[in-house]
């Protein structure tokens, strides 16, 4: 009788043990996939200022992968062609975001914005000249 305890004593405790195990790593894998918050830093002040996170994104921000396709998938819902930049958004060239948006890890890359989406203005010394920010 005693063995027989024994025996389902080790069982129960072995599936409570694996459970538990088992609890640890989906709550694991849910936190680094969705809500782990990867710091970003910038070279100065001012890439911070047009590229640095205000924290945006974790409630309003857009997944950067739907972010990035949209105006590929829906051209025709843009005033013109250029994707984002139709819009009238400036953006740098060699750079992965246009000025005033920032692209954030939290669980995954996410796009939000930034002061400089309204705190920023371009001009051109003549028609021809590259418009300077």
């Known amino acids: 009788m005693t063995i027989l305890k024994n025996k389902i004593g080790r069982v129960i405790t072995s599936i409570v043990l694996i459970v538990v195990l088992l609890a640890g790593v989906v709550g694991y894998v849910g936190w680094y996939n969705l809500f782990r918050e990867v710091p970003t830093y910038y070279e100065s002040p001012e890439e911070h200022f047009k590229y640095g996170s205000i924290g945006t994104e974790e409630a309003q921000g857009v997944p950067y992968w739907i972010w990035l396709v949209l105006p590929r998938i829906f051209p025709d819902k ?56």
């Open 78 to 133: 843009l005033p013109g062609p250029g994707g984002y930049t139709s819009l009238g958004i400036t953006w740098e060239e060699g750079k992965e975001m246009p000025v005033g948006f920032t692209k954030k890890t939290i669980g995954f890359p996410r796009v939000g914005i930034t002061c400089a989406v309204c705190h920023t203005a371009t001009y051109r010394k003549t028609e021809r000249d590259n418009p300077q920010l």
